[in-house]
């Protein structure tokens, strides 16, 4: 392995719902962790790896939601010879939804997604050697999703989270498993085992571990005061008073699932769902 460390930026995303992508530099090459949604980020994005003067050799993907994945098919026909990785699980539900993902976002963001997707190789073993760089690889209990992949760099203590955490953001919680228990759960088993010292959350602004101790109070909160039978607006109320500096404030309204289903909730917004107002980072 090379005793020099891997330079490491990130980018965030400009427009809704304004994910994190990580680039990371070799000596020779560019590696991206994650690659937007809308194909006007993914085209800024493409912006800073030109800027690295490195070519795109490899993209790795952290889990199956269009925010983190989609921008890959305008990556990629910059950098055709590059090679999209993910772990097996994460890549079939990848294809299983592209076709039901891609006909929700259809009517809103019409010239924004891409028309299919492209090829995705395996991710497997322990760590990926990138140009002798060791990058290890984490297999995450349910969060988010069922199934999701964060990354490690030993050399520099830096975990790329996915959307295991995020940083003052609100959560994105009942549009998936809506179990926070069990996502504090995926959070505290690898605290446990990783010495983290930087952390480049899903969503929001790099920071340390203090990001971790947030996220875990928002998850218990969460917890606390969105249990069975409790009404929409009630859990939004709660959310909000919380953490009222908190951004993507729009998915408070999907805390019973990936649709509103809340009269009061419906009457409140039309029916129309803004992921919230402003720029994350």
Same mark, same amino acid.
């Given at each position: 392995?090379? @005793?020099? /460390?891997?330079?490491?930026?990130?980018?965030?995303? #400009?427009?809704?719902? =304004?994910?994190?992508?990580? %680039?990371?530099? /070799?000596?020779?090459?560019?590696?991206? !962790?994650?690659? #937007?949604? #809308?194909?006007?980020?993914?085209?800024?994005?493409? &912006?800073?790896?030109?800027?690295?003067?490195?070519?795109?050799?490899?993209?790795?993907?952290?889990?199956?939601?269009?925010?983190?994945? =989609?921008?890959?098919?305008?990556?990629?026909?910059?950098?055709?010879?590059?090679?999209?990785?993910?772990?097996?699980?994460?890549?079939?539900?990848?294809?299983?939804?592209? +076709?039901?993902? $891609?006909?929700?976002?259809? &009517?809103?963001?019409?010239?924004?997604?891409?028309?299919?997707?492209?090829?995705?190789?395996?991710? *497997?073993?322990?760590?990926?050697?990138?140009?002798?760089?060791?990058?290890?690889? !984490?297999?995450?209990?349910?969060?988010?999703?069922?199934?999701?992949?964060?990354?490690?760099?030993?050399? /520099?203590?830096?975990?790329? /989270?996915?959307? #295991?955490?995020? @940083? +003052?953001?609100?959560?994105?919680?009942?549009?998936?498993?809506? +179990?926070?228990?069990? =996502? %504090?759960?995926?959070? @505290?088993?690898?605290?446990?085992?990783?010495?983290?010292?930087?952390?480049?959350?899903?969503?929001?602004?790099?920071?340390?571990?203090? !990001? %971790? &101790?947030?996220?875990?109070?928002?998850?218990?909160?969460?917890?606390?005061?969105?249990?069975?039978?409790?009404?929409?607006?009630? !859990? %939004?109320?709660?959310?909000?008073?919380?953490?009222?500096?908190?951004?993507?404030?729009?998915?408070?309204?999907? *805390?019973?699932?990936?649709?509103?289903?809340?009269? *009061?909730?419906?009457? $409140?917004?039309?029916?129309?769902?803004?992921?919230?107002?402003? +720029?994350?980072?």
């Amino acid at each position: 392995m090379t @005793n020099t /460390s891997l330079e490491v930026g990130v980018y965030h995303g #400009q427009l809704m719902p =304004w994910s994190n992508a990580v %680039i990371l530099c /070799s000596a020779r090459n560019a590696l991206l !962790i994650d690659t #937007q949604f #809308q194909k006007t980020d993914a085209r800024d994005l493409l &912006e800073q790896v030109r800027a690295t003067n490195r070519p795109l050799k490899s993209i790795l993907l952290t889990h199956s939601h269009p925010d983190h994945v =989609w921008g890959a098919a305008e990556l990629l026909k910059a950098y055709p010879d590059a090679v999209v990785y993910a772990r097996e699980p994460v890549a079939i539900e990848i294809d299983l939804e592209f +076709r039901a993902r $891609q006909l929700r976002w259809t &009517e809103m963001l019409t010239d924004e997604i891409p028309a299919a997707l492209f090829d995705i190789e395996p991710l *497997t073993g322990d760590a990926f050697d990138f140009d002798g760089h060791s990058i290890d690889i !984490i297999d995450l209990k349910p969060a988010e999703t069922i199934h999701a992949t964060a990354f490690y760099l030993p050399d /520099s203590k830096t975990y790329i /989270s996915g959307d #295991q955490i995020y @940083n +003052r953001c609100h959560f994105y919680i009942g549009g998936g498993l809506n +179990r926070p228990e069990l =996502w %504090i759960e995926s959070i @505290n088993d690898v605290t446990e085992r990783f010495d983290i010292q930087r952390l480049i959350p899903g969503h929001g602004a790099v920071g340390a571990t203090e !990001i %971790i &101790e947030r996220a875990i109070e928002y998850l218990e909160y969460y917890a606390d005061v969105a249990g069975p039978l409790v009404p929409q607006p009630k !859990i %939004i109320e709660a959310m909000l008073e919380r953490f009222p500096d908190y951004k993507m404030e729009g998915v408070l309204y999907l *805390t019973r699932g990936p649709a509103m289903t809340s009269p *009061t909730i419906l009457k $409140q917004t039309g029916g129309k769902l803004s992921f919230g107002r402003g +720029r994350v980072v």
